[in-house]
């Protein structure tokens, strides 16, 4: 059976759920799998750049954030700045002081620089996985066992059928860890390597 679209996903999820009375649910459950997807990976297929604008300092975040990888100071030299926790942030850094930056902190939906500088940023981070609903993503196209075995651990939980439900959890969460285990190895260059004499 094919995943190549969400129509697809859905017959396919059907199929295996053989119950013609859930097919209604089942864009519930995809949802409700892609928060779960959400909140438990942090891959590099889930990366992106921003150019953020910021004015007196503060910038707003792209509202499909999940986590930050880097800021850049985009002046004359290009400066790393280095996160630092808001309580930090707030106890050692003066914002009122102008110039440029070095470190940054994120409370709620802003960027806070200190020093403060209207400077653009490149803001490396991670972006939430578009919604199937809207387009193709990456995590459909590239892992769609991840797609069914959690959008069948959703439909099995909601209709209380617990043993199928954690059965299903199993595969779904062994799926988002051989992901993430390829992007860690992919990412540090890990890779076998045989030492001494071979036959």
Known sequence: MSFASYASLQAAV??????????????DYITIFECAAARKM?????ETTATLTPVNGVATIPSDYLGHRRVTWTGS???????????????DWPVTISGTPSVYTIEGSNLRLAAQSDTNLEFDYYQRTAAISSALNWLLTN???????GTLTEAYAANKKLDEAVAWKS????VFQEIQTV???????M?????????
């Open 143 to 149: 892992h769609p066992d991840a797609y069914l075995f």
């Open 14 to 27: 059907a199929s295996w759920l053989a119950r013609d009375d859930l097919t209604v649910f089942i864009p």
């Open 191 to 199: 890779s076998m390597r045989l030492v001494g004499m071979t036959p």
């Open 171 to 174: 595969r779904r969460d062994e």
């Open 77 to 91: 030299p290009r400066i790393e700045l280095t996160y630092l926790p808001p309580q930090v942030f707030q106890n």
């Open 183 to 189: 992007d860690f190895n992919e990412r540090t260059g």
């Open 42 to 46: 942090r891959v590099r297929l889930m």
